[in-house]
T-cell receptor, first 112, second 111 residues
Framework: KQEVTQIPAALSVPEGENLVLNCSFTDSAIYNLQWFRQDPGKGLTSLLL?????REQTSGRLNASLDKSSGRSTLYIAASQPGDSATYLCAVVSSNTGKLIFGQGTTLQVKP | NAGVTQTPKFRVLKTGQSMTLLCAQD?????MYWYRQDPGMGLRLIHYSVGEGTTAKGEVPDGYNVSRLKKQNFLLGLESAAPSQTSVYFC??????????FGPGTRLTVT
């Protein structure tokens, strides 16, 4: 059974820092991996989608990497800003079931 | 183009009461999903639909029923609410199974 784990559960950094969020998954048979952002009381917004054949994707200050063989992904946020404060969720699409399996999320606070 | 909308936004139920959550999408998507989000648990799939008139069980379907009579709507029903169903419920839709657009959520409290 696919399990997705995100570490740390919470992170607090001063503005301007570069930071890395981690995601690990137990079954390498994935179709793709996605990173989502969730603001308090809101729904999920897709940030980056990495296909299983890709190694990384970039969007602005965000860079996500995928190492399928080791079951790991990282989300790198450059020059963090208070507006980046949110919960970041990692999810994989299982090749076997076609379903999204979510991690528990990392709650990020960027202090001015 | 409203995307994915959910009704209601908040609801408080007493144990044993019933209710229906409505999800609507205006993007002509085939796939629709209902998730619940609990603290420390991430999102878990309750039921899903791969097209009008179809439904299937997800990871945590017990205590819930769904219907997809119209392509644009996906209803989630609780026949006899229990405190364990206190959660935030998210609906999502997509044209492809791995691309999902999420609604804003419904916060349900069962006392």
């Amino acid at each position: 059974k696919q399990e997705v784990t995100q570490i740390p559960a919470a992170l607090s950094v001063p503005e301007g820092e570069n930071l890395v969020l981690n995601c690990s998954f137990t079954d390498s048979a994935i179709y793709n991996l996605q990173w989502f952002r969730q603001d308090p009381g809101k729904g999920l917004t897709s940030l980056l989608l990495i296909q299983s054949s890709q190694r990384e994707q970039t969007s602005g200050r965000l860079n996500a990497s995928l190492d399928k063989s080791s079951g790991r992904s990282t989300l790198y946020i450059a020059a963090s800003q208070p507006g980046d404060s949110a919960t970041y969720l990692c999810a994989v699409v299982s090749s076997n079931t076609g379903k999204l399996i979510f991690g528990q999320g990392t709650t990020l606070q960027v202090k001015p | 183009n409203a995307g994915v909308t959910q009704t209601p936004k908040f609801r408080v139920l007493k144990t044993g009461q019933s209710m229906t959550l409505l999800c609507a999408q205006d993007m002509n998507h085939e796939y629709m999903y209902w998730y619940r989000q609990d603290p420390g648990m991430g999102l878990r799939l309750i039921h899903y639909s791969v097209g009008e008139g179809t439904t299937a069980k997800g990871e945590v379907p017990d205590g819930y029923n769904v219907s997809r009579l119209k392509k644009q709507n996906f209803l989630l029903g609780l026949e006899s609410a229990a405190p364990s169903q206190t959660s935030v419920y998210f609906c999502a839709s997509g044209q492809l199974p791995y691309e999902q657009y999420f609604g804003p959520g419904t916060r349900l409290t069962v006392t």
